[in-house]
């Protein structure tokens, strides 16, 4: 885990962030059981984004919700488990907030959520939030582990987000190794019809064996 926070240098731009975003989780689709692509192995397929911008040339504040993640090629991209977001610059835009998020359904007998991060930003975050957009757990702040055992059939989102200050848009954020562990004496659904078969020819069994005895 490496985190770096470079001094923030505007309350406007934070405004917008908490605004944006927020809409951005009312706008997403769906909501899936369990993390889809956790890996990012099918690249940002099951997540969305959104992205706060200064258009240079009518001199003004604006946003992107759920972007198409091959317009923002300089912002998002993914490797072997992990995702970065970056912040960039061209001659027309300034590219000062980026966030990457997905919604999704405790599964039961779910136990733990974990990830790494490393970040050099003027402001980072990699939360876990319930479907209020309520803080749940701050991995930067709280530890790289949640327990969510008591979670079990409820809809919560990962987000992560950069935001530049400075102007200088040299912030990145990398999460890797997204995990969602099963409880040990979690019970798969064919493992437990199997276990009720098994119950039932005991029973059967055992009620032939008195009728012999009989």
Do not use: C
Not at 82 to 111: H, K, M, P, R
Not at 129 to 141: I, K
């Amino acid at each position: 885990m490496n985190l770096f926070l470079k001094p923030k240098q505007s309350a406007l731009k934070t405004a917008f962030a908490s605004f944006f975003i927020a809409v951005g989780l009312v706008l997403s689709s769906g909501t899936s059981a369990g993390v889809i692509n956790a890996n990012f192995a099918d690249g940002l397929n099951g997540w969305s984004a959104d992205v706060n911008y200064y258009n240079v040339t009518d001199d003004i504040e604006e946003s992107v919700f759920d972007v198409n993640f091959s317009d923002f090629s300089d912002n998002y991209s993914t490797d072997a488990n992990s995702v970065t977001l970056n912040t960039s610059v061209d001659s027309t835009s300034e590219f000062w907030g980026i966030y990457l998020f997905q919604a999704f359904i405790v599964q039961d007998n779910t136990s733990l959520i974990s990830l790494a991060f490393d970040a050099i930003a003027d402001s980072a975050y990699v939360t876990l939030v319930d479907d209020n957009g309520d803080l749940l757990h701050d991995f930067m702040l709280d530890g790289l582990s949640a327990d969510i055992s008591a979670l079990a059939g409820a809809s919560v989102a990962l987000e992560f987000g950069i935001e530049d200050f400075d102007y200088t848009y040299d912030d990145y954020l990398t999460v890797s190794n997204i995990s969602i562990r099963q409880s040990v004496n979690a019970v798969s659904a064919p493992g437990a019809f199997a276990l009720f078969l098994l119950g039932l020819f005991a029973i059967r069994q055992t009620s032939i064996s008195r009728k012999r005895a009989y």
